[in-house]
């Protein structure tokens, strides 16, 4: 039973990176998903959730506007697609998984059911 994140890399300012969160061992669809970030220096922050039944999504100021988040429960992965990078950001990406949540409460958890090994995006020129 895992978590994992993956799609990271480096890209300039103004590109785009599409993030995976895939699951085994159980069925992401009945989880909140969110994804969170940590740059260098820096806590932890909640961007992105999605709802497991409704699909209800919530995107924090920072990214809202340029990231979307999106499930395919055919291949148990929610997606994070990421437009217009920033500098900004740069930061290690994680997603997680808690049934017993709801976005958008659920970015503001620590203590979640399943999270996975983050994946590195740098912006840089």
């Known amino acids: 039973v895992q978590l994992q994140a993956s799609g990271g890399g480096l890209v300039q300012p103004g590109g785009s990176l599409r993030l995976s969160c895939a699951a085994s061992g159980f069925a992401l669809d009945d989880y909140a998903i969110g994804w969170f970030r940590q740059a260098p220096g820096k806590e932890r922050e909640g961007i992105v959730c999605i709802n497991s039944n409704t699909g209800m999504t919530y995107y924090t100021d920072p990214v809202k506007g340029r990231f979307t988040i999106s499930r395919d429960n055919a291949k148990n992965t929610v997606y994070l697609q990421m437009n217009s990078l920033k500098p900004d950001d740069t930061a290690v990406y994680y997603c997680?998984?808690?049934?017993?949540?709801?976005?958008?409460?659920?970015?503001?958890?620590?203590?979640?059911?399943?999270w996975g090994k983050g994946t590195q995006v740098t912006v840089s020129s």
């Open positions: 997680a998984a808690d049934l017993g949540s709801t976005c958008p409460m659920i970015l503001r958890y620590s203590a979640l059911d399943y």
